[in-house]
Structure formats: structure tokens, C-alpha cells
């Protein structure tokens, strides 16, 4: 038999701020971290699905999406801010200027 391959989607905003720490050195830190709602999207690689499988993929998305917030919230936010923490800090720098410009960032999942 075929394998089920899926394909997701989410969009994450998460706000980066560039703090300056009693030494002056710049670090960034995550500031607000959501996903907006209804961003998720789900859909089947292979093609044309019939119908018990389309119904079993939007059962998927309505649980995920009543999931959603707390797993961004607690899984997928602080890996953001764990991949941030070990930034190299000349890559920090150059960041922390676009940030000053006003740049956010949008993280695709």
C-alpha cells in the first residue's frame, strides 16, 4: 500500500528584540511568539484523495488547530529562542541593525 504524505503549513510571527546587556554586547531576545489563526494548512501530496481520507485530514486540522497555540507556545517558541540564544554575535549585530530599521520576521514552519 501507499503511504499518506501530507504537506504543513503554519506561519509563526515572532518579534526579535535586540537587548544590550550591562557590557554592551548585544543579544536578541524573542518577544511575542504567536501563530496566526487559521495559518495552518494540511494538504495531500499525492493528489486526489477519496473521501474517508479527506475527512481524516480535516479531522487532523481541527485538532491541531484547538492544539495549536499551546504547542507554539511551549514547544516551538522557546526552539526560537534557543536557536537565537547561540547566534553567532557578528550575525547578531548585523540583525540587530535590521531590526532597529523595523523589520519583523515571519518564520514558515
Known amino acids: 500500500?501507499?503511504?499518506?504524505?501530507?504537506a504543513v503549513k503554519l506561519n509563526i510571527t515572532a518579534q526579535v528584540l535586540a537587548v544590550k546587556n550591562e557590557e554592551?554586547?548585544?543579544?536578541?531576545?524573542?518577544?511575542?511568539?504567536?501563530?496566526s489563526p487559521g495559518s495552518l494548512q494540511i494538504s495531500l501530496l499525492n493528489g486526489f484523495a477519496p473521501l474517508p481520507i479527506q475527512g481524516l485530514v480535516n479531522g487532523i486540522s481541527s485538532i491541531l488547530?484547538?492544539?495549536?497555540p499551546?504547542?507554539?507556545?511551549?514547544?516551538?517558541?522557546?526552539?526560537?529562542?534557543?536557536v537565537l540564544s547561540q547566534l553567532d554575535v557578528t550575525l547578531v549585530h548585523s540583525i540587530a541593525d535590521l531590526l532597529i530599521h523595523g523589520l519583523e520576521f515571519v518564520i514558515k514552519v
Open 65 to 68: 488547530n484547538q492544539l495549536l
Open 24 to 35: 554592551g554586547k548585544i543579544h536578541l531576545v524573542l518577544g511575542d511568539c504567536t501563530h
Open 70 to 82: 499551546e504547542l507554539v507556545q511551549g514547544e516551538v517558541c522557546p526552539l526560537v529562542n534557543k
Open 1 to 6: 500500500g501507499h503511504l499518506l504524505k501530507l
